[in-house]
């Protein structure tokens, strides 16, 4: 009898550390980093400052080890970029999604990339914006901005409706169409609407070589409109495209002071 409850002791130790070592996985330690770009101009994306909902996705590529592949979505921050410092390392596909956020990605097929323990890739993509926003100039308490379709992308032309402009002013450095329409402590108002259409917003989409689609349509808001005491006041500019799954392109956010 004690030969048998020893038996059992032994057998679930046994069992135990199968188990254990059946689960005992080396911690992701790869990495992968790298920015989606403006395709025309080759700047930065001006994107949601609060996150900017944009992903780019990672989809395992190795069929004969997962032959139904898992996959993770990296969060795009407000200036385009995206990083992850922990990821298993392993072969992926690795491509942007267009359908969460304000642009077009016209590369096609994904970016496979490999990579090893402790390695580091960079992986960048070119996307097309719906639209480009100048950063807003403030003089003799003018504000003036001026507003592009995308260039370079044939198949915006349809998506590049204008639903929404607005001028955003706020007394912080985070100004998003989300913060309140107004400022925290006072009943002034810090979020102007434009009366817009796509019809000023420039021309459809032409696909001559070097041929600049939009004329664009410039825009002038005087400060005292606002009725907002004088001081130091961040601003920025947003539009919302109709094909643009209720995300906005922005210009930069520019600081200025009113004496």
């Known amino acids: 009898m004690k030969n048998l409850k020893y038996l059992f002791i032994l057998s679930c130790m046994m069992f135990v550390f199968a188990s254990c070592k059946k689960d005992n996985y080396d911690a992701p330690d790869a990495s992968i980093h790298g920015a989606l770009t403006d395709g025309d101009t080759g700047g930065p994306l001006e994107l949601s400052q609060a996150g900017s909902n944009s992903n780019v996705r990672m989809i395992v590529n190795n069929p004969a080890k997962y032959p139904t592949p898992g996959n993770f979505d990296l969060a795009v921050k407000g200036d385009g970029t995206f990083s992850n410092s922990t990821v298993f390392p392993e072969s992926y596909k690795v491509v942007p999604l267009a359908q969460s956020g304000p642009w077009q990605y016209l590369g096609g097929d994904?970016?496979?990339?490999?990579?090893?323990?402790?390695?580091?890739?960079?992986?960048?993509?070119?996307?097309?914006?719906?639209?480009?926003?100048?950063?807003?100039?403030?003089?003799?308490?003018?504000?003036?901005?001026?507003?592009?379709?995308?260039?370079?992308?044939?198949?915006?032309?349809?998506?590049?409706?204008?639903?929404?402009?607005?001028?955003?002013?706020?007394?912080?450095?985070?100004?998003?169409?989300?913060?309140?329409?107004?400022?925290?402590?006072?009943?002034?108002?810090?979020?102007?609407?434009?009366?817009?259409?796509?019809?000023?917003?420039?021309?459809?989409?032409?696909?001559?070589?070097?041929?600049?689609?939009?004329?664009?349509?410039?825009?002038?808001?005087?400060?005292?409109?606002?009725?907002?005491?004088?001081?130091?006041?961040?601003?920025?500019?947003?539009?919302?495209?109709?094909?643009?799954?209720?995300?906005?392109?922005?210009?930069?956010?520019v600081k200025f002071t009113i004496r």
């Open 110 to 253: 994904s970016t496979r990339v490999t990579l090893a323990s402790g390695q580091d890739v960079r992986v960048d993509f070119k996307v097309y914006p719906f639209f480009r926003i100048t950063a807003p100039s403030v003089a003799d308490s003018t504000v003036t901005f001026t507003v592009t379709k995308a260039t370079a992308t044939p198949a915006s032309n349809g998506l590049t409706t204008a639903n929404n402009l607005l001028l955003l002013i706020n007394n912080s450095v985070i100004v998003n169409e989300s913060v309140s329409s107004n400022r925290v402590g006072s009943y002034y108002q810090n979020q102007f609407q434009f009366t817009v259409t796509n019809a000023i917003l420039g021309n459809p989409y032409t696909p001559a070589a070097g041929t600049d689609a939009s004329t664009g349509k410039t825009f002038s808001f005087n400060f005292s409109k606002t009725h907002l005491p004088k001081g130091e006041y961040y601003l920025r500019v947003a539009v919302l495209g109709s094909g643009s799954n209720g995300k906005y392109n922005y210009s930069p956010v």
